[in-house]
């Protein structure tokens, strides 16, 4: 198993066409790491692989990780898509439960009814790929009601996904460590969840 960070700024372009723009940032960055339909090793018995490309975001950037599995790119052909998305505390739904500044830059506008747009638990459908997604239920910027909205619109899609709630922890607890929260050695666990979950889902090992 393979990880990439990729660094972009994409704060600029979420003023004149974000949506698009956003999808096209994450679908590149998974196009650019699955240049072949193979990758060069193989399974047992001779069996070439498909590279599996899963792509991780928390807050907003879980926003813009679901949009690349979720979203067309108008006037792109190809649509690349990953084959899994990890998600933490997600922004979600534009709705009640929204955390505005992130909608705001989305749609770039402070109406509510022009950042519904951007809302992302009915554009799942059945092909959405896997998610694993986790939230904390003290977090007080994004409210947890936007991963369980994501995980019922997963659920009545029929789309594999595995949730995790934690009792405590603030948002942007990311790995829970001593570097960004109180740390935590229970919450820290979704790390290994979530590459457990990868190993299951795509059937290999990481161990």
């Known amino acids: 198993m393979h990880c990439s960070l990729q660094q972009r700024d994409i704060m600029p372009l979420c003023w004149t066409t974000p949506s698009a723009n956003r999808r096209r940032t994450v679908c590149r960055c998974a196009s650019w790491h699955r240049p072949s339909a193979l990758c060069g090793s ?14 991780c975001g928390f807050s907003a950037g879980g926003h813009l990780a679901l949009s690349g599995a979720v979203l067309d790119i108008p006037g792109e052909r190809a649509q690349p898509r990953p084959d899994a998305v990890i998600l933490g505390y997600p922004v979600i739904t534009a709705g009640q439960y929204a955390h505005r500044g992130s909608f705001v830059q989305l749609a770039g506008s402070t109406d509510p009814a022009a950042q519904q747009a951007f809302g992302l638990e009915d554009k799942i459908t059945p092909q959405t790929p896997p998610v694993f997604v986790w939230a904390t239920m003290e977090d007080a910027t994004v409210p947890v ?55 299951d889902t795509f059937d290999w090992s990481v161990g």
Not at 151 to 178: D, M, N, Q, W, Y
Request: charged share 20%.
């Open 42 to 55: 193989t399974r047992p018995g001779g069996i070439s692989c498909r590279k599996t490309i899963a792509v």
């Open 145 to 199: 009601e936007n991963t369980l909205m994501l995980v019922s619109a997963l659920h009545r899609a029929g789309v594999p996904c595995e949730a995790h709630l934690f009792e405590k922890g603030v948002h942007g607890t990311s790995i829970s460590t001593a570097e960004v929260d109180q740390p935590s050695r229970h919450r820290h666990h979704w790390v290994e969840l979530a590459v457990e979950w990868l190993g």
